[in-house]
């Protein structure tokens, strides 16, 4: 099965020790491994205020993360961990690759619309030439 | 403010030459002529996300999504953002998603 990328976010509380959410991240790296998943990316935002009060908590700490695996078992796992995990008060895991699938091709065609449009262009392009040869005479 | 007034007068102007046109706003015979009276013209929005390109809308850039929420914290319509209706659509799951991680908010607290 095509491999799968999945975004993870999730808001530690924010009173949580630096230490305590290098351990989470790294129990949920093994996690991880161990279902036969990798993480990409590890990206700390830091404290954040939040849009609305999350166990009557203003701010927090988001961690985010990029997932690659081929099957949905990693995700459920590292969601059942961070359910599980006491200083997390929420998370979210989306799953990218059809977007970004369907970003590509966006792209792709944009890029072929792109390459037929010179053909326009080509045509009131010899003009330009001829005034360079013009131009050069008098330079 | 002198600019889009006379961006206004223009496109009023405009409406007035093709008054054929089956009965739009602003397509009464005489309509400019006559100042002050249903002599308003809106001007043409354009989908923000097409200016720019946009292949995908980012859920995580809560700066991005937030000018198309209300105070209140509803999502704003298509005819008052102008976003065209892909990008419109993109744009509701990205701030919904966004809403599910405390990026943005589901309603105004008070």
Redesign the interface.
Known sequence: MEERLY?L?F?LRPDTPEADIDKVISTLEHAATEKGGKIDSVNKWGRKR?????QKLRE?YFV?MVIRSSHGEVVKELERRLKVSDPVI???T?RLDE??K??DK??RH?ERRAARRPRKTVAPAPATPGAEQAAAPTA | MAEENAQQQSYGGGGGSRSSGPGGPGGRPGGPAKRGKRNFVRKKKVCRFCVD?A??ID??K?EILAPFIQERGKILPRRMTGTCARHQRWLTVAIK?A?????????A?L
């Open positions: 975004d976010i808001i939040m849009a609305y009060r999350v927090g985010y929420k998370y979210l989306v977007e970004l369907r970003q966006l792209k944009r | 390109k292949d995908f859920y995580k809560a998603r809403q599910n991680i405390a990026l943005l908010p589901f309603a607290e």
